[in-house]
């Protein structure tokens, strides 16, 4: 089935501003903002609370059935700090949001993380995971890496992904119009 909208991922370690851009993106192009966090606690797909690292431990198999049939649909925007567990067919970007080491400090400091959960993502940034797990699971050419350091760099990339998704929806119209047999401008 082919989809009118595209479906994006907003990935990137925890404090780098996932949520923050997809609310903003979601308002200015229609598309639904999907809190994976908040799916995960609606809709009971964690296996229980661990207390040490106070987050969810996430099903993913109940998560991504759970989410299947409205991503499939497309028109999504994805916020969550892992990527590499969604279909390649499902996502048509992947947004890896980068900061640095002082920002996420001070960001995930004042979110009142314990001292083990900060400097595992402290780790996980540097290490640059979340953007080599992107990488790998996901063509070159749908993997985009942005900074967010700053409000004006936050608005410079919600209007690099709202281009992308006007560019999108323009080439899959002209698809969507013509048949399989013209295919999708590339």
């Known amino acids: 089935m082919a989809r009118n909208q595209p479906n994006i991922i907003m990935t990137g370690t925890p404090g780098v ?3 923050s851009h997809a609310e903003l993106l979601a308002q200015s192009t229609g598309l639904k903002h999907l809190s994976i966090n908040q799916i995960v606690k609606d809709r009971s ?5 661990d207390a040490a690292m106070q987050t969810w431990i996430v099903d993913e198999d ?15 925007i994805i ?13 048509d970007l992947v947004v890896v949001l980068r900061t640095d080491s002082t920002n996420l400090y001070d960001r995930l400091k004042a979110r009142g993380y314990p ?3 900060l400097q595992e993502n402290l780790d996980s940034e540097i290490m640059e995971v979340v953007a080599e797990e992107a990488r790998e699971a996901y063509d070159k050419g749908c993997v985009v890496e942005l900074w967010s350091r700053t409000v004006e760099e936050m608005e410079g990339n ?12 323009a080439d899959n119209q002209v698809h969507l119009e013509n048949g399989p047999e013209t295919g999708r401008k590339t």
Do not use: M, S, Y
């Open 79 to 91: 916020d969550w700090h892992a990527c590499d567990l969604f279909p390649r067919n499902w996502i």
């Open 62 to 76: 109940k998560l991504l059935d759970v989410i299947e049939d409205e991503v499939k649909t497309g028109g999504n």
């Open 45 to 49: 797909c964690h296996e229980g609370w």
């Open 17 to 19: 501003g996932k949520t």
């Open 158 to 169: 919600v209007e690099r992904v709202e281009q992308w998704v006007q560019n999108w929806r």
């Open 115 to 117: 001292e083990g959960k």
